[in-house]
């Protein structure tokens, strides 16, 4: 086995650059033990999974059955919890200013009144939508109290007209709605962002990392090391360096889908044997775009910043959060150049969707651009930056004076 290793530059340099990773505190701590980390502070955020008790107030100045009937509506909510009383809109306002309240309900006088005599009525409905969650949250529940109100008011009426239960629900609701909920029907965010941040973040490390890879030979003086290990081949060279790191990240990926997603819940619909090579594939397609930029630049320090900026916007153009067709076409060919975000795609159609294989190719195929693109560069740099420097048949290298 020592002589298979022995033989071979590639193997040689994957093994030297193991060796040179354990000897860098920084680097295997970026590598393996900030990514547990957030992924465990991320889920521990969120492992209510769904927002509850958002405090609500209620400006009841009708104080009828109807009125109550509503009150008892809101509190019977999952999400919503009456903290609080108000006795006007001013109040409302008020108290959202403090943070005391993120919604309330105005009820407005002569409501059951109103509603007996066949006029309008109207439930004026206050809410936080400085916070899109807790809008849209307060929106749904309010929505959903205001039409089960409504139907018992109309079938009551109904039914003192003479018509049964039954008869009076069909006009009370004639176009029932069955609303089904895919992929994440309780809206559970434990579901939905830990995954996407924690992959967001293994990018933005690989690629930080990568850029580091093939100058940090320049600066610390060991290029011709390296060479030498490789026998003078810039291949040796590349793969070497390149499965040592691509193994390393893709552990730490694997530990994230089967350890922590398990531990904290976060269900994976589809196989693993699909999940595990695809990860897999989009660490090498974000180290291969580092390593590139790597033999093209000297400067780690610039190249670093060159890594944090090109990957800082990768989640907000993912498309997760806010579609990408209705972003600008700038945004949106930006995220193309992005292997996040083709990976973001199949991952969910993976753990999400339960999709089949066969979905994956156009996220496969993008990503291997990114991989052999790269490949393709970083050789070629990589050449060009080796001219000054002779390889003796010995496999010595030897700079030209």
């Not at 775009?289 to 190249?303: Q, R, T």
């Amino acid at each position: 086995m020592s002589q298979f290793f022995s033989n071979s530059p590639t193997l040689r340099v994957m093994c030297r650059e193991f060796g040179r990773i354990a000897e860098r505190k920084a680097v295997y701590t970026l590598m393996i033990i900030i990514p547990l980390i957030v992924f465990f502070l991320v889920s521990y955020i969120y492992q209510d999974r769904v927002v509850l008790d958002i405090p609500i107030g209620v400006c009841d100045l009708d104080n009828s059955e109807l009125s109550r009937t509503i009150v008892r509506s809101i509190e019977s909510t999952r999400s919503l919890e009456i903290s609080g009383i108000v006795s006007s809109v001013d109040d409302i306002k008020n108290e959202m200013r403090k943070g005391a309240i993120q919604g309330a309900f105005y009820i407005p006088e002569d409501l059951e009144r109103n509603i007996k005599s066949g006029k309008p009525a109207t439930i004026v409905i206050y809410k936080n939508t400085a916070n899109l969650i807790i809008g849209n949250l307060i929106l749904k529940d309010a929505a959903t109290i205001s039409q089960t109100v409504s139907a018992g008011v109309l079938m009551r009426r109904l039914q003192a007209s003479g018509l049964s239960p039954d008869q009076a629900l069909v006009l009370a609701n004639p176009i029932r709605i069955d609303s089904y909920s895919l992929f994440n029907p309780g809206y559970n965010y434990a579901n939905f962002l830990p995954p996407a941040i924690v992959m967001v973040l293994l990018q933005m490390l690989i690629m930080i990392l990568a850029v580091v890879v093939i100058n940090g030979e320049i600066t610390d003086g060991t290029l011709a090391d390296l060479f030498h290990t490789a026998n003078g081949k810039v291949s040796a060279v590349l793969w070497g360096k390149t499965l040592a790191h691509v193994a390393i990240h893709s552990a730490t990926g694997l530990g994230v889908l089967v350890m922590l997603f398990p531990l904290f819940g976060i269900p994976i619909h589809g196989s693993m044997f699909l999940a595990i090579p695809f990860m897999i594939y989009f660490v090498a397609a974000s180290f291969l775009p580092g390593l590139a930029i790597s033999c093209l630049f000297s400067n780690k320090f610039f190249v670093t910043d060159i890594a944090a900026f090109y990957n800082s916007p990768a989640f907000l153009f993912s498309g997760y959060t806010f579609p990408l067709w209705a972003m600008p076409a700038f945004h949106n060919f930006y995220a193309q150049l992005l292997p996040f975000t083709h990976f973001l795609n199949g991952f969910l159609k993976i753990y999400q969707y339960n999709a089949p294989a066969g979905s994956l190719l156009p996220e496969v195929g993008a990503l291997s651009i990114f991989v052999f693109a790269s490949l393709i560069a970083a050789a070629v740099l990589l050449k060009y930056r080796i001219k000054p420097m002779a390889i003796a048949p010995s496999g010595t290298p030897e700079v030209k004076s």
